[in-house]
């Protein structure tokens, strides 16, 4: 009690100083600016700290994408995922079958272009780098010896020569995306040509026009034409034919494709026939574009490195198949990939 009345005088006696001194102006003005400096020094103050909080560095813990903690701990996973399998890119053998339509016997070779072992290419006599000429050449050779040369899946005659001792071989020729014979006066017979990605095509220079041959990794004109645009097409003295051997009936080899242009089929016959058989067979297995190849005494296949059809003569060129198991030379690897990126083959002169 006796706190409480000493407190309660002690506050009446400050009330009672306290307004004496405000009741001077002068004393008021003071406490007010000395009321205002200290506000000033709190909101520097203030402002300073803020300051030093947003300049320190963020702690590493903070940056990281550390999962938040959680009362409930995430399971592990026990099961490994199972691995997307890689597509097998391996390739197949090429198919030599006998088969027999409409009473003729012959050899199919099937060349499947999307296979990526697959590399056609051809091959001259005595290892030439050009086919011949009126001006050059390297002569013949056995079809056992160029087969021998070239360890392929499949090694079958090509185009036509002639039967002088120049062994002058037919048309423009590329090869592994270079020319082995050129001339631009050529405007004779059917060439085949394989342009960049596989695309195939089939021209008859006198009533096409003439191919672009330096937009062809492989290229071989023969002749005559079988089969255009799903009909069977004959007119070999349009095209520059005239010799007997090639009008009138024989042994014959004929190449061509189907719709889906995926395939060539090389045919080798067993039997004599007229152009005319010769169209109708390529037709009733699946050609939309045919071509006949050099036949009679040059006719010859060999598989995996066995002759199945032995040639009556010497030969000056070749079609040669690599497969998955007679894989091609790298160096024609190497062109092959250098003519999918771009480089055509150099026109001479």
């Not at 300073?48 to 990281?64: E, F, G, L, N, R």
């Not at 071989?220 to 255009?228: K, M, Q, V």
Request: hydrophobic share 40%.
């Amino acid at each position: 009690m006796l706190r409480r009345t000493f407190l309660f005088l002690i506050g009446l006696a400050l009330a009672k100083v306290l307004t004496e001194f405000f009741s001077i102006a002068q004393n008021r003005s003071k406490v007010i600016n000395f009321v205002g400096q200290l506000w000033e020094k709190a909101i520097a103050l203030w402002e300073k700290s803020q300051q030093d909080v947003t300049q320190q560095p963020i702690p590493q813990a903070i940056a990281t994408s550390a999962p938040l903690p959680s009362s409930t701990p995430t399971p592990k996973l026990t099961s490994t995922p199972k691995p997307t399998p890689t597509p097998n890119l391996k390739g197949k053998p090429v198919k030599v079958t006998k088969k027999t339509v409409a009473g003729v016997s012959f050899y199919q070779t099937t060349i499947d272009l999307s296979d990526p072992e697959i590399f056609l290419t051809i091959g001259l006599a005595n290892n030439a780098t050009y086919a011949n000429t009126q001006t050059a050449t390297t002569g013949d050779e056995p079809f056992a010896k160029l087969v021998a040369r070239q360890n392929a899946a499949v090694v079958a005659n090509g185009t036509f020569f002639s039967k002088n001792d120049k062994k002058v071989v037919m048309g423009n020729m590329v090869a592994g995306g270079k020319f082995l014979k050129y001339s631009r006066w050529e405007n004779y017979g059917t060439t085949l040509g394989i342009k960049a990605g596989n695309q195939l095509e089939m021209i008859t220079a006198r009533s096409q026009g003439k191919p672009n041959w330096d937009q062809h990794w492989f290229s071989l004109t023969c002749g005559p034409r079988l089969i255009r645009d799903g009909k069977i097409w004959l007119s070999p003295l349009s095209e520059g034919f005239s010799e007997p051997n090639v009008l009138n009936k024989g042994y014959r080899t004929a190449i061509g494709f189907p719709a889906n242009r995926k395939q060539l089929f090389l045919i080798s016959f067993l039997a004599s026939l007229t152009l005319q058989q010769e169209a109708e067979i390529m037709k009733a297995i699946g050609c939309v574009e045919a071509m006949n190849l050099d036949g009679g005494a040059s006719e010859a296949l060999a598989h995996n490195g066995k002759i199945l059809l032995p040639a009556g003569r010497n030969l000056t060129n070749v079609i040669v198949v690599y497969d998955t198991n007679y894989p091609a030379p790298s160096a024609l690897k190497t062109s092959w990939r250098r003519f999918q990126d771009g480089e055509r083959p150099y026109i001479p002169g």
